[in-house]
């Protein structure tokens, strides 16, 4: 079954660190933008911060820069959103999503929740 696993979202302080991962179910992360969303409560959802697996490109939001860095592992099997220095705003339920144009491939995760507070 093709899908894709989230994991590592929970509760952390203000200033704290988490490690969220996307993990790949019947399929690798090969040639695919693997982009992780984020949507709190009464927000449009967002982009975080994306990689293109074909050669490591990445982007971020303004928010986010130089706190939060996106990864893929050599298997390219997971995709790794490493967060520090979080802060109350970051709170929402993050989303991994695993889209290839050709041929055309399209998928979500089931979100995971963040939580900043003290």
């Known amino acids: 079954q093709v899908q894709l696993v989230e994991s590592g979202g929970g509760l952390v302080q203000p200033g704290g660190s988490l490690r969220l991962s996307c993990a790949a179910s019947g399929f690798t992360f090969s040639s695919y933008r693997v982009t992780w969303y984020r949507q709190a409560p009464g927000k449009e959802r967002e982009l975080v911060a994306a990689?293109?697996?074909?050669?490591?490109?990445?982007n971020y939001a303004d928010s986010v820069k130089g706190r939060f860095t996106i990864s893929v592992d050599n298997a390219k099997s997971t995709v790794a959103l490493h967060m520090n220095s979080l802060k109350p705003e970051d709170t929402a339920v993050y989303y991994c999503?695993?889209?290839?144009?050709?041929?055309?491939?399209?998928?979500w995760g089931q979100g995971t929740q963040v939580t900043v507070s003290s």
């Open positions: 999503n695993a889209r290839r144009v050709v041929p055309w491939s399209n998928y």
């Open positions: 990689i293109t697996t074909s050669d490591d490109s990445t």
